[in-house]
């Protein structure tokens, strides 16, 4: 009976508050569930393009081509890492400039991806960011 004389008086204001609240708590968890879904889908996509990927290195391994042109590639920027590191550290003057733009950033990316660190990385990386948006 004295809740219903408050709730007459003051227009049920802490029953709206209360509505309000439960409201705003549900839209927050729902633009969560929405972020964490969009960021599972993402990482499924990046995992079926790498699979797809190695399936395509899979099916052409055989080829002598695929050899030749992976070995030219990597061995000119391995090439090209090995001089540059050998006047760093000897300081021989050799004065070796750096691959024009955008090799210069591609170069360490090209040669961690033969190596599948590249791939590891950006895996670990996926994973951190998943596990960031869950903890906000």
């Given amino acids: 009976m004295i809740g219903a004389i408050l709730r007459w008086l003051t227009g049920d204001v802490l029953g709206k508050l209360t509505q309000a609240y439960v409201a705003a708590k549900s839209s927050a968890v ?16 990046e995992m079926a393009a790498r699979q797809a990927a190695l399936q395509v290195r899979l099916a052409t391994a055989g080829f002598w081509e695929m050899r030749f042109i992976t070995a030219l590639i990597a061995g000119c920027f391995t090439l090209h890492l090995v001089l540059v590191t050998l006047d760093t550290c000897f300081r021989l003057g050799w004065r070796i400039p750096a691959f024009p733009s955008p090799f210069d950033e591609w170069q360490g990316a090209i040669l961690l991806s033969f190596f599948g660190i ?9 994973i951190a960011v998943s596990l960031a948006s869950k903890g906000r």
């Fill in 30 to 45: 729902e633009s969560e569930r929405i972020k964490a879904d969009i960021l599972l889908k993402q990482i499924d996509a």
């Fill in 118 to 126: 590249y791939a590891a990385g950006t895996s670990a990386k996926a």
